[in-house]
């Protein structure tokens, strides 16, 4: 059964020269998207990518980076909404596709659930305030 994840992948510098995405297609039978990449010689390096596979490859794939120090974060925890700004008028819940955003019926306020959020970016686009960010 095939799985896919969003991630954030931090590289240390002494990694960013190395090539460890073709190793994730190679010995793991990974397929990958790079969404954004910021990797640059000599310094610290982040990629955002959707990678995806068979759960058991995908597994040992992770362990791999893990295992040669890259930091890996999922991507949905890089969405975040700032409490100050949000006026909680809803405009994002009629977007959101995965229910991470959700009314409280007694409240009535916005509740976000970070852990069913896919990172589709369409809460930041529709909130009119600029509530919720993109943050690498």
């Known amino acids: 059964m095939d799985i896919s994840h969003r991630i954030v992948l931090h590289f240390p510098r002494r990694l960013v020269d190395q090539p460890i995405v073709c190793s994730l297609v190679l010995d793991y039978g990974l397929r990958f998207n790079i969404l954004k990449a910021q990797v640059t010689p000599e310094?610290?390096?982040?990629?955002?990518?959707?990678?995806?596979?068979?759960?058991?490859?995908?597994?040992?794939?992770?362990?791999?980076?893990?295992?040669?120090?890259?930091?890996?974060?999922?991507?949905?925890h890089d969405i975040r909404r700032d409490e100050e700004k949000c006026t909680h008028c809803g405009a994002c819940v009629v977007l959101c596709p995965s229910g991470a955003l959700?009314?409280?019926?007694?409240?009535?306020?916005?509740?976000?659930?970070h852990e069913k959020?896919?990172?589709?970016?369409?809460?930041?686009?529709?909130c009119p305030p600029r509530a919720m960010e993109v943050c690498f």
Do not use: N
Request: hydrophobic fraction near 40%; include cysteine; charged fraction near 30%.
């Open 43 to 76: 310094e610290e390096g982040l990629m955002v990518m959707e990678l995806w596979g068979e759960e058991e490859s995908y597994q040992k794939g992770v362990d791999y980076l893990a295992r040669i120090g890259l930091k890996i974060q999922p991507l949905s």
């Open 117 to 126: 959020c896919i990172a589709c970016e369409l809460c930041v686009k529709a």
């Open 102 to 113: 959700v009314v409280d019926p007694e409240t009535r306020r916005i509740d976000f659930h």
